[in-house]
């Protein structure tokens, strides 16, 4: 089992910045491809952006390429998730998920896909 905690969510200003971390427990968690998803009321939950477990392989949905950017430090357990130029259709629930995997470089972009969530942390943007 693998459990997963984010945190670093809130209010921000449009255009301001905020770094959500992941921390894992549990397993091995260099083991794992990682990735981040957002949930707003009514919607489905989608991709925001993936690392994979080895050099740093790296995905992001469109709609956020340029502003954020995904990182992970083994030796602390923990993903990251800058967020820059943050606008009002970024806010939600952020969530973090793992999924084992045997291919260091892969990087996946499917909810389906991944086996371990953690609960998520809101994050708010104002106008």
């Known amino acids: 089992q693998v459990q997963l905690v984010e945190s670093g969510g809130g209010l921000v200003v449009a255009g301001g910045s905020l770094r959500l971390s992941c921390a894992a427990s549990?397993?091995?968690?260099?083991?794992?491809?990682m990735a981040w998803f957002r949930q707003t009321p009514h919607n489905e939950r989608e991709f925001v952006g993936g690392?994979?477990?080895?050099?740093?392989?790296?995905d992001y949905a469109d709609s956020v390429k340029g502003r954020f950017t995904i990182s992970r430090d083994d030796g602390k357990n923990t993903m990251y998730l800058q967020m820059n130029s943050l606008k009002s259709e970024d806010a939600a629930v952020y969530y973090c998920?793992?999924?084992?995997?045997?291919?260091?470089?892969?990087?996946?972009?499917?909810?389906?896909?991944?086996?371990?969530w953690g609960r998520g942390t809101q994050v708010t943007v104002s106008s």
């Open positions: 998920a793992s999924k084992r995997v045997t291919n260091p470089l892969a990087v996946f972009t499917e909810r389906i896909e991944y086996e371990y």
């Open positions: 549990g397993r091995t968690f260099s083991m794992y491809a």
């Open positions: 690392i994979s477990w080895r050099g740093g392989r790296t």
